[in-house]
Structure formats: structure tokens, C-alpha cells
């Protein structure tokens, strides 16, 4: 059983004991712009490539984590009291949006609804907070990630091509309206 309440503060870094911290695929999304006069326009497209990214977590980002956290709408999923998975959001009361800056789920626990559950939590808190948009930033690289969030009803609202070092990545912004 799983269950989802707010997340406090972490006193340890729990993604030592998740598993991978990344993402793995087979597929991406390929970026194109073109810009020209007045006008900018981009298209993804499916294509077929592995690609695998593993980050750290180390206390430094745990520390800025714990910045987002004291916010108060960040919300943790647990197992037997034990945290397994997470959604770090942070309020932006100048553009009024809820920006959600982490969302991770141990691998042992993933593909089990754990983080739509969650995303059902930040719906309910953006609506308390009256926030006008759900937001998000991901990579192109990061196929699974894009295909979860689109079943959740997020769109793709923008791109940033030079956001990341690798330049095999872009930044994929994405949103959806809270209906209040």
C-alpha cells in the first residue's frame, strides 16, 4: 500500500537506496527550429536511440530540495513509512503557477501509478493556491518522462536549446491549465 502525504523535510538522501537515478531509453524526441523574420517555429519527432542519463544526488541538492520542501507543496510516497518516491514543487507567485522542480520514483517502485498519484496531489494544491498552470521542464532525451506527463495532460509549451552542456539535449517545457 501506498501512501501519499506531504513531504517534510529530508534529513538523508533516500535516492541512495533507489536504484537507477536516471532514465533509460530506447527512444527520443529530435529537435528542429527554424527561425525566420518574425517567426519561430520547432516539431519533435519520434527517433529510434538509446539513451541513458544517470545523475547524482548529493547533499548540496538534497539542501536545495529542502529549500522547495519548506514551501509546503511537495508531497512524498511511502511504503511501509518508508519514502519511495517524490514531487518537489515549488510556488511561483509571479507568473502564479505551481513549477514542478523534481518528481522521482524509486525503480523498484516504478510503472505502479505511484506518480500519477502524486501529480493527483499537486493537481489538488495547485487549485488551493488558485495557480493558473501546472509547469515543468524535462529533456527531449527523456521519452518516457514526455509520454507520462502527455498522459497526464500536460503539452509541450516551449523548448530551450542551449539550456543543457550536452548538446544532444533540449529542454522541453510543459504545462497544463488547472481548471478552477
Known amino acids: 500500500m501506498i ?6 523535510k529530508l534529513h538523508n538522501n533516500p535516492t541512495l537506496n533507489w536504484g537507477l537515478n536516471g532514465y533509460k531509453t530506447d527512444k527520443t524526441y529530435a529537435v ?47 511504503h511501509d513509512d518508508e519514502l519511495v518516491g517524490w514531487v518537489i514543487c515549488e510556488f511561483r507567485e509571479w507568473n502564479n ?5 523534481n518528481l522521482l520514483i524509486s525503480e523498484k517502485f516504478r510503472g505502479q501509478s505511484i506518480g500519477r498519484l502524486l501529480l493527483k496531489n499537486v493537481n ?12 515543468l521542464e524535462t529533456q527531449n532525451t527523456n521519452y518516457p518522462a514526455v509520454k507520462f506527463y502527455q498522459k497526464a495532460g500536460f503539452t509541450i509549451t516551449g523548448i530551450n536549446t542551449k539550456l543543457y552542456n550536452d548538446s544532444s539535449e533540449t529542454a522541453l517545457f510543459m504545462s497544463y491549465e488547472t481548471l478552477l
Request: a negative charge; hydrophobic letters at 35%; one cysteine or more.
Open 124 to 135: 489538488k494544491r495547485a487549485r488551493e493556491l488558485k495557480c493558473r498552470i501546472v509547469e
Open 3 to 8: 501512501d501519499i502525504k506531504k513531504l517534510e
Open 97 to 101: 503557477s505551481l513549477f514542478i522542480e
Open 32 to 78: 528542429s527550429s527554424i527561425e525566420m523574420a518574425n517567426t519561430f517555429e520547432f516539431s519533435l519527432r519520434e527517433k529510434n536511440q538509446s539513451y541513458t542519463k544517470i545523475w547524482e544526488t548529493n547533499s548540496e541538492n538534497i539542501a536545495e530540495l529542502n529549500t522547495i520542501i519548506e514551501q509546503g507543496h511537495s508531497f512524498g510516497a511511502f
